[in-house]
């Protein structure tokens, strides 16, 4: 099943796709653009993975003190980071090098700690897409991603759809791409994940409990690429949705 939280007519509501656009939970169908989108569940902890992807590893080889046998990178974001679905990101106007990052996001579903990793997927309450982009010029190094390059407001955009764990066969054969302004920049696939799901799960649960609505963000492959104010991006995720968000400047946010 495919959910999605959106706010309409003054309040939030629960809804499912529909083939005109999207059904709330009392029945009305409405056409995507009538609603504004949330993430589609409670988000508590967002826990971050930064180079889990092999390939991105690799493009990112020049400027790295890490290598793929290295402890998993992990960090965490606020709140104010997370939008929905059509929400606007906004970049700094000093801001050389913005880009995207196509994730898949887990999304935990009852309590975890000290779980092995055989034992792990049956915490997990389903996925949805995330973007979560980065300011490469506020980087102090390569290897530990400052605050002022991944915790900024509206730089985390999780949805459309939170989708049953039940439902997707292998969450490690999916394929992921993005798209800036209709070309595709980027490809690749969940199966090259450095640190998989079941193994992240027991990693984090051994020194941290993990709670119903905590979401890990596994990481993004290669192929990142410069964004800027007026383009459209859409990160896609086989069997988990198409998620689009609008890069704008500064005067958006009365900056």
């Known amino acids: ?25 009392d029945g009305r169908v409405l056409a995507e653009d009538a609603v504004v989108w949330l993430p589609p569940f409670d ?4 826990i971050v993975l930064g180079l889990n992807y092999a390939d991105h ?37 000093d801001a050389t090098y913005m880009h995207y990052e196509c994730e898949l996001a887990v999304v935990i579903g009852k309590p975890a700690r000290n779980v092995r990793a055989a034992d792990a997927m049956a915490h997990v309450a389903g996925y949805t897409v995330a ?21 900024r407001d509206t730089c985390t955009v999780l949805g459309p759809w939170l989708v049953d764990a039940g439902e997707v066969a292998d969450p490690h054969a999916l394929a992921l791409s993005t798209r800036v302004n209709g ?11 450095v640190n998989d799901i079941p193994a992240l799960i027991e990693y984090l649960s051994g020194f941290m409990a993990l709670n119903p609505g905590d979401v890990i963000l ?17 990160c896609e995720i086989e069997g988990i949705g198409s998620l689009s968000n609008t890069i704008v400047g500064d005067s958006v946010f009365g900056r």
Not at 7 to 23: N, S
Not at 43 to 46: I, N, Q, R
């Open 1 to 25: 099943m495919k959910t999605a939280r959106v706010a309409y007519a003054g309040a939030v509501h629960t809804a499912t796709p529909h083939a005109e656009g999207l059904q709330l939970a």
């Open 43 to 46: 988000v508590g902890t967002v």
């Open 57 to 93: 590893v690799k493009e990112l080889a020049k400027e790295l003190t890490v290598t793929s046998k290295d402890e998993p990178l992990v960090f965490f974001k606020g709140p104010g980071a997370v939008v929905g679905h059509q929400a606007q990101t906004r970049r700094p106007a």
């Open 131 to 151: 973007n979560d982009y980065a300011i490469r010029d506020y980087l102090e190094n390569w290897y530990r991603p400052n605050l002022r390059v991944k915790n």
């Open 183 to 193: 070309e595709v920049t980027q490809r690749g696939s969940t199966a090259n994940m």
């Open 218 to 234: 596994t990481g993004t492959p290669d192929g990142v690429v410069n964004v800027n104010e007026g383009d459209v991006v859409v």
